[in-house]
């Protein structure tokens, strides 16, 4: 199976931040790589797909990058409803993989 | 608007099964894979396996092979997701999700999350 992990697992920062999240596949996926914003007990919301296309709807200040096994995911002015965690999910292979998480926090 | 609507918490024994529904509207039922994945408490996002209603074609993780089995009813648009034998290891919030991932599609949708509590 293929592994995905992310890094950092937690950061804080604040209103305004730049905010770089990494997210690496145990194997090579192309670009088959979506990623999600997940707020405290609600459901996942994709933010970005095919590794760099920006989700219809989702603010331009997202942004994703990366193929083969590393990849992500750029906040560049991070706002405050951007305080969230967000997740990396592999669909090139089965089973379907989700990183661990990064779990944005305020500073 | 595309809603997916699940059924309510359940709250099972150990050794028991439960079946969660998720009520699919506003878009064509039968063109879309319905993926289910669970979060276990304070935990991260679990892919558990798909469904495509048009066929009733499956895919489960490996993991949960033998304990779980995905169906729908194309004529009320719902999907079903049953899980047997739980532990208390099964306690999550189960989501649905209609999504398609291939083909530079941004079709992506998710139900509110059912909680599931295994305890005796």
């Known amino acids: 199976d293929i592994q995905m992990t992310q890094s950092p697992s937690s950061l804080s920062a604040s209103v305004g931040d730049r905010v770089t999240i990494t997210c690496r596949a145990s194997?090579?996926?192309?670009?088959?790589l979506v990623w999600y914003q997940q707020r405290p007990g609600k459901a996942p919301k994709r933010l970005i797909y095919a590794a760099s296309t920006l989700q219809s709807g989702v603010p331009s200040r997202f942004s994703g990058s990366g193929s083969g096994t590393e990849f992500t995911l750029t906040i560049s002015s991070l706002q405050s409803e951007d305080f969230a965690t967000y997740y990396c999910l592999q669909h090139n292979v089965y089973p379907r993989a989700f990183g661990q998480g990064t779990k944005v926090e305020i500073k | 608007q595309v809603q997916l609507v699940q059924s309510g918490a359940e709250v099972k024994n150990p050794g028991a099964s439960v079946k969660v529904s998720c009520k699919a509207s506003?878009?064509?039922?039968?063109?879309?894979?319905i993926h289910w994945a669970r979060q276990a408490p304070g935990k991260g996002l679990e892919w558990m396996g798909w469904?495509?209603?048009?066929?009733?074609?499956?895919n489960y993780a490996q993991r949960f092979q033998g304990r779980v089995t995905m169906t729908r009813d194309t004529s009320t648009t719902t999907a079903y997701m049953e899980l047997s034998s739980l532990s208390s290891d099964d306690t999550a919030i189960y989501f649905c999700?209609?999504?398609?991932?291939?083909?530079?599609?941004?079709?992506?949708?998710w139900g509110q999350g059912t909680l599931v509590t295994v305890s005796s």
């Open positions: 506003g878009y064509t039922f039968t063109a879309h894979y």
């Open positions: 469904i495509y209603p048009s066929s009733g074609n499956t």
């Open positions: 999700a209609s999504v398609t991932y291939s083909g530079g599609s941004d079709f992506d949708y």
């Open positions: 194997q090579g996926i192309g670009n088959d």
